[in-house]
């Protein structure tokens, strides 16, 4: 029963990323479509990029926060401190 309702949460949350970025694809417009390199064309607005330069550094600034976010969720979920030392439990035990 559990597993049948986590499997309709992730089709409907697919489905519905699938909509979102879709929808994200088709706001640009003619002119801004002409400006773009061939990869970005008709996903973003404005100018393209000026330099390779600017490729890696929003690599690095995509890998850096998709990192962030693994890690927050992970930790969220399984936080792990299990030492008695922890100052969780300085401030969880008031005794």
């Not at 879709?22 to 404005?46: D, W």
């Amino acid at each position: 029963m559990l597993i049948n309702f986590k499997a309709d949460v992730m089709k409907k949350t697919m489905v519905l990323t699938g909509l979102f970025i879709n929808s994200i694809k088709t706001m640009a417009c003619e002119v801004c479509e002409k400006q773009q390199p061939k990869i970005l064309q008709g996903f973003t607005h404005g100018g393209g990029p000026e330099s390779n330069w600017d490729y890696l550094i929003v690599s690095v600034m995509a890998t850096i926060v998709c990192a962030t976010l693994y890690f927050s969720i992970k930790w969220l979920v399984r936080p792990g401190e299990k030492s008695i030392g922890h100052i969780k439990h300085l401030i969880l035990n008031n005794e």
